[in-house]
């Protein structure tokens, strides 16, 4: 079934594949009147690219946006935009030897079973590549709700067993970007390269954990009883390549709590509520309650990795298989700025939707 | 936004209030050809309803459910399937004093800041009532994927502090529905029975963590990249009362494993793939992969309890708030059905669209 | 496919078949605070159900709403509203001796080729007592519409062939009401009786056409290219009963119309658009342009009649059949009130989401 | 709200203004397997390119077609197809006088009451340029669906006043490809050609009506009661530029039809029904029947013509307007496959659903 949209007001059509020659997409719906900022699009996407560090993989793709509608003397108009990116460095040949395998941990026999056949020359559609055209598209979004004081603010949580075991203030979120791995403490930071490049020189690769937090705001944002705001988003991260699991507020540590902690006081005050917690993460009943929200997502560790795995072939023979050469070790800090725009989309949306709620 | 509705091929609309005079929904795209088993219906409701035992709410209601169209003698012609359940136990006058108040942990606030004003006579659409309505379309699902031998099932894994330390077999699964907690451990279902005895004695209450598990399905069901089959399960999920989170296969514990360990490594034999493992949860880049289907939802405990609340009313007005009487303690075991339900939704919903993928 | 649903921030979804217990649906994403007048749900109802005159089908039905949820205190929730209107006069043993024959000009043939089976006790979903369906959700549409002045008035334009030759003005259409054959010119009704009355006597049926007019409609709904707001409506109309074709404008006549006619002049003063012609139909590009909405549907006769017909049998025999006392010999001056409603629909979801527009 | 979205199994997402840089689309759905014939997408394209011929505009373009995503090896994969098409001709500096005028007919005001600024450089979005993007997907649709030998055969049937008297032959419809204005009656042709010169050396422009069948449709397709066969083609074809009327079979003449006489008379011979008439244009109820579905669509004459316009500039001022140099007299010939494009998405669309019409 078509499901390469996402977003109702607000929406993203996605086409592409990883060694095509391009990928690209249209946003239908974006308001008009917008003074889009391209280079804070493309500030967004060089967050998002392969070989930024060395933690990274060393595929360099110089991830240019061109947007080629629904703008005119930089505003937007209200009409489709239309945008591409080159993929510079889809050599497909590299892939050959893949034809006649299905690598475990990918797509390749999903695809082969839903299709009855398959792009082999690369992940195709199941490579994260992909998430270059939901980084534009958030992009767009977060300057949207930037005009109305909405920000959206995620960091790297865990790599591998190393975690932040402090709550991190709002404040501290952007010392996340000083360094290679996007974790706002540096401490943990170092730590966390150090597992990268310790599995790196493994072979190997590791998951992680990614925190988001938005603020600003309004109450009320969420379409109960099925596109609760929760709904929605944890709709959006799941979408990500490699992502396991998602979770609100306090999450799965919810299930040990009694009710009498967990319930999120709070007071009228101004007309607006001061919370004396946020277990909740921001949204109660599937709306937005007017305190900051969170959730975190959890990554698994790629599987194109150098360490030797058994395969299957198409029929059925086993073959030793290894990604030569370049690998990416962790993916989770470039995955980044992906949840973010994700998460942009998504509020955007509802944002956008709200001002149908009432006469 | 108009939020009620789920699935495309197969969606189920729903609509009612805790307190009004009945809830109900209206299934579009059943296929035609069920013979429809109406008591399988009304026995999931069963599982669902308010005081099956001593550890569940002594709120009293009769789910009985009632078909209006969409069936012919005892067959679904594919036509919408409407449908009405009476709420029997609609007290309303005992709300009455909730109507300047703002209840922590409740969807009241948020409700008002949405719409303006809010039904203040219970939870309304917020009220875990309204996941009857999911329980009777996932009932019809379940039936029509039971016809191609497609199995759901789910059982408590935690309750509190209180896991499962052992994965469960497919087999030991229905045990579950030996006691009154749904999990299929007697021993620890017999610790969290009496951890629920004792919050409610506190009147207090209690979360958990529910596991589901999907056997039979094709590989190939999966819409990427943003109706992955695991995107939309998540948004199903999360669109459920209190769950705080959703994780797949190896869940939030990915994010600590190596990608070595972590691909499930497989070999296609007779034509179907044999894994030796499952932390993927059967799906790979968004699509069933022919593995056992897995992924756990956590509850955070309900709020609505005896203990003593600080409220802030709707002038900024601190004023304690106690639930009175009766209360639920876990309602845990009571969401599984409505987990089962709306897996069944989601899992069918992609089902019927795999006939479009191939000419 | 699912395809009991219209509208996408204003969502009506259907269900119920003529001869069932019951016909019913639910508005999802009725904006909060609308004082909702029932009265006028129940009057626009009673202008649609049969038995009005001696022109139409002496079949009677109490059309008679019930509103389930979504309202609270006589106001608007914002939560979906959920309704039913009883069937009284479903005496389905009248049609037992259809069980193994396929009505010529009926649905009969079409959906049992769909299906597989079918509901042979009447029209099912075919019939035309589902449009009380659409009535009720426009009735309320309507009224949000009419917050902002936003009015829609049809009539009955042509029966057979006796049309209205001149223009009618907007102020002349409510005498409309005040003949059975819902025609503004009182001479020209009284001629579209007596041929009503003429195939009645025959056994027989006749068609016809309806009118229908939008004033106060802001320039700038519609949501090009493909949900244009003439599209939408097209949709709408077609979805009805019995319907063969719609224009707007000037319509099939502008086929012959030079372009130097047809474009309709116009000029700003005090900010709005006045027009010196009307043959866009107060639409251009898709959007209102500020001008008098203007559009007709054409109906075709009802195929239920005394006299007789030649069908086929289900396993290819021919037979003679007949519609045995009762027919309605034009239902064109009760589809008055279903026109009015699937506007109202259209309109408000258009208007709604105008709000999107810009930022 | 986003619009340019069109279907839901198969859907075409479109995007581009005509003066900007290219125009393209995305189509989500679409089967994997299909053997792609590249040139046939291309043929159809130059049907409905400018310039084909001294009565069809002289603005020249290049409509190659290129297809970034979707296809290996020649096939379709079931990934999005994206592509897009440049824009050879877009000299938008013609266009800087238009800057502060409404030109009447166009929908320069409508989207500047909508989005509160507008593309001035030329129609933009509201320009049939936007066509040729419908026009790739319905190609691609069209070979989907021949595999299953279905076939769509559009031509015009009227220009001005001068229509076809007889009803057209299915076998005589490719005669049409003949000559300039696609009328398959040779000498009615030439009547349309000589009538299309002289409105052009008058500096005007004449509409006209397109005739549209389909063949070898299985009975069964569309999904009512909304989402009726018929409900969707009107959408389809409303949606195109410049369409101001759709009627289905005997379409608009029904309205003086006496029942006895509209009915279609059939029987099953060899478990397929035999028509006697056609007048419900091959759709009972919103489903096909298994008659030839055949509908007519009206076009009005275009605006931009040399003939003096008074026309309004944004600050209520009037002024004399014309088109400089080259005009369209007539695009209806043109839009004969952007008639079948239409057809052949929303057909597909259905087409594929059925498949989960039945367990």
């Given amino acids: ?24 997409g249209v946003i ?149 970007e000083n360094n290679t791995v996007r974790c706002p403490d540096l401490k943990t930071a170092e ?14 690769s590791t998951g992680g954990v990614i925190e988001c937090r938005i603020r600003g705001l309004f109450a009320g944002l969420g379409s109960p009883v099925f596109d609760k705001l929760n709904a929605l988003l944890a709709h959006a991260m799941v979408s990500i390549n490699a992502v396991k699991g998602v979770e609100f507020g306090s999450g799965f540590s919810s299930a040990a709590m009694k009710g009498s902690r967990y319930r999120d006081e709070f007071r009228i005050e101004g007309g607006e509520p001061k919370y004396s917690s946020n277990n909740s993460g921001g949204i109660t009943g599937g709306i937005s309650n007017g305190n900051e929200l969170v959730f975190r997502v959890a990554f698994n560790p790629v599987t194109s990795i150098p360490k030797l795995a058994k395969a299957s072939n198409t029929s059925g023979e086993s ?12 993916v989770v800090p470039r995955a980044v700025p992906v949840i973010e725009a994700m998460a942009a989309i998504t509020v955007l949306d509802q944002f956008l939707a709200r001002r149908s709620d009432k006469i």
């Fill in 28 to 176: 239908d719906g974006c308001p008009a009147g917008l003074n889009l900022d391209v280079a804070r699009i493309q500030a967004k996407l060089d967050r998002r690219k392969p070989g930024q560090s060395g933690i990274s993989s060393e595929r360099k793709e110089e991830d240019l946006v061109r947007i080629h509608s629904g703008i005119f003397d930089g505003i937007t108009t209200g009409t489709p935009i239309g945008f591409t990116i080159l993929n510079k460095d889809n050599r497909s040949k590299d892939y050959a030897h893949l034809k006649d395998v299905y690598r475990p941990g990918h797509a390749d026999y999903a695809y082969q079973a839903k299709y009855g056949l398959r792009d082999y020359r690369g992940g195709g559609r199941s490579s994260a590549r992909e998430t270059a055209v939901r980084v534009v598209a958030g992009a767009i979004a977060e300057q949207i709700l930037s005009v109305f004081n909405i920000e959206i603010r995620a960091f790297v949580q865990g790599v591998g067993k190393i975690s932040l075991e402090k709550e991190v203030d709002w404040e501290s979120i952007p010392d996340s």
């Fill in 1 to 24: 079934m078509a499901g390469n949209s996402f977003g109702t007001l607000f929406k993203l059509t996605s086409f592409g594949e990883s060694h095509g020659e391009l990928i690209g």
């Fill in 319 to 330: 073959q030793s298989l290894s990604v030569q050469g370049r690998h990416d070790p962790c």
């Fill in 191 to 204: 730590k966390m390269k150090k597992l990268i490049e310790s599995v790196r020189n493994e072979g190997d």
